[in-house]
């Protein structure tokens, strides 16, 4: 059960300061935000058979892919977290350090890169989107912000279970 909550806590931290640091850069640099509803759109149609999509926001819209892709989101930082703390044990929270959560904070490119990005017709790492350099620079940014998340997370849990706030 420890394990499962510092998950959560570590994983949805991280990806709430991930979307914070978007919505900063798109309204100091107008840089658009991931659409998290494509995302959704994309996985609601996995179960249907259909991967590749060209691109994806030529396929029609499902309903409730904003829902989706907003969960799957959050559950997919959860998972990262968990695979972090799986990896380099459930101590880390007792003590985080900042290796381990770059690491698999930058190491989540790989996922949009290699498996979202080419289903969703981007291409791998957006070879096929206007400016592929700039897209790959903006995600791996992000990821890396991911992995700071990751960090604070761990020292905001550690935080909370020492006051005794949640007990785990």
């Known amino acids: 059960m420890r394990f499962l909550i ?9 990806t709430a300061l991930m979307d914070l640091f978007a919505a900063a850069r798109e309204k ?3 840089t658009a935000s991931p659409n998290y509803a494509l995302v959704g759109r994309w996985l609601a149609y996995l179960p ?9 926001t030529a396929s029609p819209a499902v309903q409730g892919e904003g829902l989706i892709g907003w969960t799957a989101h959050y559950a997919i930082g959860i998972a990262f977290a968990a695979l972090l703390l799986a990896v380099y044990g ?3 929270v007792r003590q985080p350090t900042i290796a381990p959560a770059l690491m698999i904070g930058i190491g989540s490119v790989v996922a949009p890169f290699f498996l979202m990005h080419p289903g969703m017709g981007f291409g791998i790492a957006a070879s096929r989107t206007p400016n592929p350099p700039a897209g790959r620079l903006r995600s791996l ?3 890396a912000v991911f992995g700071l998340g990751l960090y604070a997370g761990g020292w905001t849990t550690n935080l909370l279970t ?3 706030f949640i007990a785990i």
Do not use: K, N, S, Y
């Open 162 to 164: 020492v006051t005794g």
């Open 141 to 143: 940014t992000t990821h």
């Open 90 to 92: 459930q101590d880390w």
């Open 48 to 56: 249907r058979g259909r991967f590749f999509h060209a691109p994806i």
């Open 28 to 30: 100091i640099f107008g």
């Open 6 to 14: 510092c998950a959560v806590l570590i994983g949805a931290g991280a």
